[in-house]
């Protein structure tokens, strides 16, 4: 039924919750898991932090970190004996749930699974929901798993 499951991952305990029922899904029906990480470069520079100095290296090390998540999260699925591909995307415009919805589209998956935190309130308000975007624009199912 799903053949190819997008599974956005940021290296947090939510994300490898996702993660890891994106890999009992794919278990179940035989998919190939794709696995992205966006390295969300405007909103660093355009957030509260980056009025005060950044290192001139924060970008190569936003990319290290990126890939050194991408690099576990691929070695988890494979553990698992499942089907793996990783993309490092790098971000220097729009919402990160547009990223993913058009990787999504691009790959041609055929299910998003994704962890959520669960923010209300002024969290939410504050800091946004890429997965409620994702869930409210995604033409394929979206499966959100909630965080600890």
């Not at 997008?6 to 996702?18: F, I, K, M, Q, Y």
């Not at 699925?77 to 490092?88: P, S």
């Not at 969290?123 to 394929?140: I, K, N, T, Y």
Request: overall charge negative.
């Amino acid at each position: 039924m799903y053949e190819k499951i997008l599974v956005p991952v940021d290296g947090s305990p939510t994300s490898l919750a996702g993660l890891n029922e994106a890999i009992a899904l794919a278990r179940v029906m035989g998919s190939t898991i794709k696995l992205l990480h966006v390295v969300d470069e405007i909103s660093l520079m355009t957030s509260f932090e980056a009025a005060m100095a950044l290192p001139p290296n924060v970008f190569d090390l936003l990319k290290e970190a990126g890939q050194q998540v991408l690099s576990d999260a691929e070695a988890r699925t494979k553990a698992a004996g499942i089907a793996v591909e990783a993309e490092l995307f790098e971000s220097y415009s729009g919402r990160v749930s547009d990223l993913i919805l058009t990787k999504a589209k691009e790959w041609g998956a055929q299910i998003i699974v994704l962890g959520t935190h669960g923010r209300r309130g002024v969290g939410r308000m504050l800091l946004g929901s890429d997965a409620e975007q994702v869930l409210r624009q995604s033409p394929v199912p979206v499966l959100l798993v909630r965080g600890g």
